[in-house]
């Protein structure tokens, strides 16, 4: 599975979008770009993934370049309760895939 | 969405007993189970990954005869933690994902084991 690159950490400030970046410049073209978070003491929660094409659901919004190189996180309203580690992670598609973590992004959202 | 339940959340127990946690998904069949350990301060580190019926894969330098790990259900999947030692404290997390559920890994709320 192909390596990303992410801040260590981040600030944002409470009701305004978090973007959170994400370099993964060796994907193959059958990897998927996968975020997760982790909050203090919790189990990783999945939030978003995708191929090429933008997504988004109830949580957030996935930004993915066209030549698949980087993504950007976006958590349009944070709130205080956005406050985790963020990791992004590329693998193939597949439930019985291991996901490889990084170091991720601690988000911090400040009132 | 789907659900992992972990149990029990917290353990504490002395050096030369064996714990056991277990992970339950709770409305998908998991074929396929993950079991990570994270120390503090540090990302997750893979363990094994267990499929229904079959034989646990250990990564590198986890050892199989100290964490067994058992996948007898499409729904349970238990790690016991034999012989526990102090450096053995630590949150362990599962996760699963299922072919006729989600594709995603869905994770449990983790154990944090502490050894005395």
């Known amino acids: 599975d192909a390596k990303t690159t992410q801040p260590p950490s981040m600030d944002c400030a409470e009701g305004r979008a978090a973007n959170l970046p994400c370099n993964h410049s060796?994907?193959?073209?059958?990897?998927?770009v996968y975020w997760y978070r982790q909050i203090h003491s919790q189990g990783p929660q999945y939030i978003i993934h995708?191929?090429?094409?933008?997504e988004t659901n109830e949580m957030a919004s996935l930004i993915i370049t066209e030549d698949r190189k980087s993504s950007t996180l976006i958590l349009p309203h944070a709130t205080l309760r956005d406050t985790a580690v963020y990791y992004c992670?590329?693998?193939?598609?597949?439930?019985?895939?291991?996901?490889?973590w990084g170091a991720g992004t601690k988000l911090i959202i400040k009132p | 969405g789907a659900v992992v339940s972990q149990h029990p959340s917290w353990v504490i127990c002395k050096s030369g007993t064996s714990v056991k946690i277990e992970c339950r998904s709770l409305?998908?069949?998991?074929?396929?189970m993950f079991w990570y350990r994270q120390f503090p301060k540090q990302s997750l580190m893979l363990m094994a990954t267990?499929?229904?019926?079959?034989?646990?894969?250990?990564e590198q330098g986890v050892e199989k005869d100290k964490f067994l790990i058992n996948h007898a259900s499409l729904t349970l999947s238990t790690l016991t933690v034999t012989s526990a030692h102090p450096e053995d404290s630590s949150f362990y997390i599962c996760?699963?994902?299922?072919?006729?559920?989600?594709?995603?890994?869905?994770f449990g709320p983790g154990t944090r084991l502490t050894v005395t």
């Open positions: 267990s499929n229904e019926g079959s034989k646990a894969t250990y």
């Open positions: 409305d998908f069949q998991a074929t396929t």
């Open positions: 996760s699963a994902s299922g072919t006729g559920g989600p594709r995603e890994q869905y």
């Open positions: 060796t994907i193959s073209g059958n990897e998927y």
């Open positions: 995708g191929l090429k094409n933008n």
């Open positions: 992670i590329v693998r193939v598609d597949g439930s019985n895939y291991q996901l490889i």
